[in-house]
């Protein structure tokens, strides 16, 4: 069975699958991870807040993005943001956003839901005993925050953000929903076009195999070199 299979179809297309399909793949990743995470922050700000006016919408908002399907809000903005935009402007016509622009915003305000959750436990993580003690020493609570709370804060949610970061790379291959060629679509165009779809598709596994496992592995040592520095 070994032999009928013909892997020269993935030297000759691996160009394309690498700068354009893998590309966009770790283009969307970074980005919408980079957005995600500060719209996350602002949003665990505002869920720590003692205010509930600001507390309860966001807390709202961070509990309808969990309970909602990633893919449904892929489709959702794809769709509806252009009618909602040419309403905005008095537009005519829809306005197009584009399938990049669209993915990226569904992802980062999907995204920013997780983020903020894991945020708020990192700072939720720091004993109030540290509080009382940045007090003691004369800062305010300002700098209390950003001196002592938040760089122990850093180091406790960090293993957790970039595991968050793993799954955003997974949840990338989506994309095909909006027409968007990341490197499963890119795959599945050159299996399909080749009559080499079996081929592709353990290509494209063992990739995001190496990948995953190689990134999984790094955060689990600087998670356990964290223990040790405690």
């Excluded at 009928?4 to 399909?21: K, Q, R, T």
């Excluded at 919408?57 to 794809?78: C, D, K, T």
């Amino acid at each position: 069975m070994t032999g009928a299979f013909d892997f020269s179809v993935i030297l000759n297309a691996l160009p394309y699958l690498i700068f354009d399909g893998l590309g966009l793949t770790l283009a969307l990743t970074f980005f919408a991870g980079l957005m995600g995470l500060a719209l996350g922050i602002v949003l665990a700000v505002l869920r720590l807040s003692p205010w509930r006016v600001l507390s309860v919408p966001a807390g709202v908002y961070v509990n309808l993005m969990r309970s909602v399907p990633l893919v449904l809000i892929i489709f959702w903005f794809y769709f509806l943001v252009p009618y909602i935009g040419a309403w905005i402007v008095g537009s005519p016509r829809p306005i197009q956003v584009g399938a990049f622009r669209s993915a990226l915003v569904s992802f980062t305000l999907f995204e920013a839901a997780y983020f903020c959750e894991i945020i708020r436990s990192g700072i939720q993580s720091i004993r109030r005993g540290q509080v009382a003690a940045g007090l003691a020493l004369g800062l305010n609570r300002r700098q209390t925050f950003l001196k002592v709370v938040l760089p122990q804060a850093l180091r406790n949610m960090t293993p957790s953000l970039l595991t968050r970061l793993i799954v955003l790379f997974q949840d990338t291959s989506l994309v095909y929903v909006v027409a968007l060629t990341d490197f499963l679509g890119a795959a599945s165009k050159v299996g399909a076009r080749d009559g080499r779809l079996t081929e592709l598709y353990v290509f494209v596994a063992l990739v995001y195999l190496v990948l995953c496992f190689g990134a999984s592995r790094l955060v689990k040592r600087l998670e356990a070199r964290w223990k040790l520095a405690r």
